[in-house]
């Protein structure tokens, strides 16, 4: 079992540059999840996958944040025209659907976006 | 909406226990977890619990839970230096349907002294 990997770790840009992440899941989850978390705070949740559908997005992502999950399997998340405001760490999971009310979701150990 | 508040640090010596407190907002049916972050690295899932339980009990963790007061403890016996770690709640609501998205608290800070 390797868990959720995410790459990069760290990201240093300049503000107004588009950035991307990727996320492994665990291989056989069929849920995929990004939540954004900065300094002092709990996770934010801000979009979710089920299979290679996305089914939720927060309000919290803007037009600026683009998800994909094209084959069901990584993800990758796009911040276009990044803004200082965009600096977070941002968390990947993923979980087995198999019954609809238990969702034990495990986690990757994130991407640390730094915006100049 | 969903909230949910934790206080921001506890500080217990080693060998003793932890208790660490967590209260939420939202309604009847719902699970309520709790992960571990440690510094650099990602959130552990340590336990969960459905809100129709009062109890769970998992080696030196217990969660105990107020369904009336929407209170939900986590204790920790024999609390250990490697348990210094923010220790978040979370829960899932599944009155929105899917019981997709994890609203978390603030975390409490978890610091162990010798």
């Known amino acids: 079992d390797t868990g959720v990997s995410q790459n990069p770790r760290h990201k240093i840009t300049k503000r107004g540059q588009n950035v991307t992440f990727r996320c492994d899941p665990i291989?056989?989850?069929?849920?995929l999840y990004w939540y954004r978390q900065t300094l002092g705070q709990g996770p934010e949740f801000l979009t979710y996958f089920q299979n290679e559908a996305q089914l939720e997005k927060s309000r919290l992502l803007s037009d600026r944040f683009s998800a994909e999950r094209p084959k069901g399997s990584f993800s990758t998340l796009e911040i276009q025209r990044t803004e200082q405001g965009d600096s977070a760490m941002y968390l990947c999971?993923?979980?087995?659907?198999?019954?609809?009310?238990?969702?034990?979701?495990?986690f990757g150990p994130g991407t640390r976006l730094t915006v100049l | 909406g969903e909230d949910v508040e934790q206080s921001l640090f506890l500080s217990v010596r080693e060998g003793d226990s932890s208790v660490i407190n967590c209260t939420y907002t939202?309604?009847?049916?719902?699970?309520l977890y709790w992960y571990k972050q440690e510094p650099g690295a990602g959130l552990q899932l340590l336990t969960y619990i459905f809100s129709n339980m009062d109890m769970k009990q998992d080696q030196r963790l217990t969660v105990l839970l107020n369904k009336k007061d929407k209170h939900l403890s986590l204790r920790i016996a024999d609390t250990q230096t490697g348990d210094s770690a923010i220790y978040f709640c979370a829960e899932t609501d599944l009155n929105t349907g899917t019981a997709s998205k994890l609203t978390f608290g603030t975390g409490t800070r978890l610091q162990v002294t010798l």
């Open positions: 939202d309604s009847s049916s719902t699970y």
């Open positions: 291989s056989e989850h069929n849920r």
């Open positions: 999971a993923s979980s087995l659907i198999q019954r609809e009310w238990v969702n034990e979701q495990f």
